[in-house]
């Protein structure tokens, strides 16, 4: 082994902490992981705990150092990233503040990006209609921050909040390493309502007015410090990657590296997910879609031209696939899309935009959907007799079917099966909380083959929104033409190719599909160990490019039959997000006593 350069990322998930050690050409040395700890004390809340996703990241950082038997002195940046979750510590003691409901144990001090406790306080911060929401695709969502320090305000002990400060969760990890107060223009825009300075008259970022008027002026206090403060004048905010400062040594000799590693600014979770995607390198002769700008493929030469590669990053899609999936865009000008979040300005690279898109529930549904159905344990007991996981045995149980029924492809199994699957909400573009899901074509059939065929309708359905997210973006201004996607979603051969039918566009698998996030992560780590004496670092797209490996494509069917179907549960897709939406507003208008509007509404659902 060499003696380097080495580069770490940590990725801090909803429910484990990630390292991965990798080399200078992004080769990943070495993984490893350990879960973390995660609270329900009442339906909708979860909380989880600094001091314990702290322990996982220092055993997965020793892990991975001692797994690839590297000398820790040529590990030369280390980056972070988490889910954005909301972190409360004591201004007078810098120690954990409890989130509630109990606000005796201070250990619960996270609450995380997927708590809903806070619906009324989201509705009265958009009840307001501020210019600021304009930048988080019209308001903001109850898995963002700023409604979570409103209902902190108030239920918790008001000694208690006045001595709080707030995180956003990688901002505290790189807090915990470096003693620094930075923050990251990832967490703050994206999450927490910071428009950049000189973006529509914004003067420090944080609008006075904006938390003025929906109730928390405490956060104006003394130049906004409690959230980071006003660049320049009482506060630093720095891109992706960064420098920041150097590990602490108490920060040094829990993660068992040397004081001083550098560290990089980090991101939100599904922010390093783009950074480990998108520039996976593919072969122009074998991609029929390419944008004709051009490859990838001068990278490394002399003549490296960072905005000339950025106008293929601008056709690519990252889909960022786990618990739930988020959808990122990059683009050279602001595009808004209404119910998509931002744009968002230097949040990855310096004078750039990113638009995110998301589902609230992905890997989670098609988890729920197996596991509650009645032939869940019998399903199980075959895919575990077969070798199997659970979903490998189902996707080979609907070819089975197929085969059987003698039709031309998956799809027509459930072309009467009408499954909409906003279970938790939608986050875009309907960007309602209020949306459920809905079946339609069930039977009393609960065999395994009605499972399957269940699965498949939610795979479906996860393939035509994420159409319904592009079709938002790009009628609003941006060009995707193809889908980079992560996560463990990418090894379901039948999600990967329904996604392509559906969307019309090829996938593109990275070579690292489980660890793109943390590969993302340790690119900032590289990022972060290219300062020089001024603290300038390198290109984030070089780095990029530089370490970022071959790609596989999954192309849409080309079965015309398969096209025509999936073009018409589109539209019944899209149906039935608009028949929700009016049928909760007849019950409504009905329960309001609104007598005018519910004649005009069962006028209008008549006619669907």
């Not at 320090?149 to 918790?156: E, R």
């Not at 739930?324 to 990855?348: E, M, N, Q």
């Not at 269940?454 to 973006?473: K, S």
Request: proline letters at 3%; aromatic letters at 8%; charged letters at 20%.
């Amino acid at each position: 082994m060499t003696s380097g350069p080495f580069y770490i990322g940590i990725d801090v998930g909803t429910g484990s902490a990630r390292a991965c050690l990798i080399d200078a050409h992004g080769e990943i040395l070495a993984l490893a992981a350990k879960d973390i700890l995660k609270w329900e004390p009442k339906p909708d809340y979860f909380n989880q705990s600094t001091t314990d996703i702290w322990h996982a990241c220092s055993y997965a950082v020793k892990k991975v150092v001692a797994d690839s038997g590297i000398d820790v002195a040529g590990v030369r940046g280390i980056g972070f990233d988490a889910t954005c979750s909301l972190v409360v510590l004591s201004e007078s003691t810098d120690e954990p503040v409890a989130v509630g409901p109990d606000f005796s144990d201070a250990n619960q001090n996270v609450i995380l990006w997927m708590d809903h406790r806070c619906p009324v306080e989201t509705e009265q911060i958009n009840a307001t209609n501020h210019t600021v929401l304009k930048y988080v695709g019209g308001k903001m969502s109850i898995e963002m921050e700023i409604p979570k320090v409103k209902w902190l305000k108030a239920h918790m002990p008001s000694d208690q909040f006045l001595d709080s400060k707030f995180y956003d969760l990688a901002d505290f990890l790189t807090h915990k390493a470096t003693k620094a107060e930075t923050r990251s223009f990832c967490s703050l825009i994206c999450k927490q309502g910071y428009v950049p300075i000189g973006i529509d008259g914004s003067v420090k970022g944080w609008s006075e007015d904006f938390l003025t008027t929906i109730g928390l002026p405490e956060l104006v206090e003394d130049n906004f410090r409690r959230i980071g403060g006003v660049l320049n004048e009482n506060g630093t905010i720095l891109s992706a990657g960064e420098y920041l400062g150097g590990l602490t040594e108490s920060a040094a000799n829990d993660f068992g590296l040397l004081p001083g590693t550098p560290v990089g600014s980090g991101v939100i979770d599904a922010y390093a997910g783009w950074i480990g995607t998108v520039a996976s390198k593919i072969d122009d002769n074998d991609i029929r879609w390419h944008s004709v700008h051009g490859s990838n493929s001068h990278a490394n030469t002399d003549e490296y031209e960072e905005e000339k590669d950025l106008e293929v990053a601008v056709h690519r899609l990252a889909a960022v696939a786990g618990t739930s999936t988020c959808h990122l865009a990059i683009s050279k000008d602001s595009v808004f899309v209404p119910g998509v979040w931002g744009p968002y300005r230097d949040v990855l690279l310096p004078g750039y935009w990113m638009a995110e898109g998301g589902q609230s529930a992905t890997g989670q549904l098609l988890a729920h959907v197996v596991k509650t159905h009645p032939a869940h344990a019998q399903a199980l007991a075959l895919a575990n007799q077969a070798g199997q996981s659970i979903f490998e045995f189902l996707n080979l149980r609907l070819e089975k079917l197929r085969q059987e029924q003698d039709l031309p492809t998956l799809a027509h199994l459930v072309r009467h099966f009408f499954y909409y699957g906003d279970l938790h909400g939608n986050r875009s573009p309907i960007a309602s909380e209020k949306m459920k899901g809905a079946i339609v074509g069930q039977s009393m059939d609960v065999t395994v083959d009605a499972l399957a065929v269940e699965y498949l309708g939610a795979v479906e359905f996860i393939g035509l929104q994420t159409r319904h997210i592009i079709t938002a973006l790009n009628t609003a201004g941006h060009q995707i033409t193809s889908i980079f996607l992560s996560g463990g979603q990418c090894r379901n051969n039948v999600l990967t190719s329904l996604m392509a039918t559906c969307t019309g566009m090829p996938v593109v698998i990275p070579r690292y599909i489980d660890a793109a996030v943390v590969l993302g992560a340790a690119m900032l780590g590289a990022k972060a160990g290219s300062a020089d004496d001024q603290g300038k670092t390198a290109s984030l797209w070089h780095i990029m490019e530089s370490m970022s490996k071959q790609g596989t494509v999954v192309y849409p069917s080309d079965h015309e039959s398969e096209r025509q179907l999936v073009q018409a549960k589109y539209k019944i897709f899209i149906d039935q997000a608009e028949r929700q939406i009016r049928y909760r507003s007849i019950v409504d208008a009905v329960l309001n006593h609104d007598h005018d509007k519910v004649l005009v509404l069962e006028s209008g659902l008549a006619t669907l």
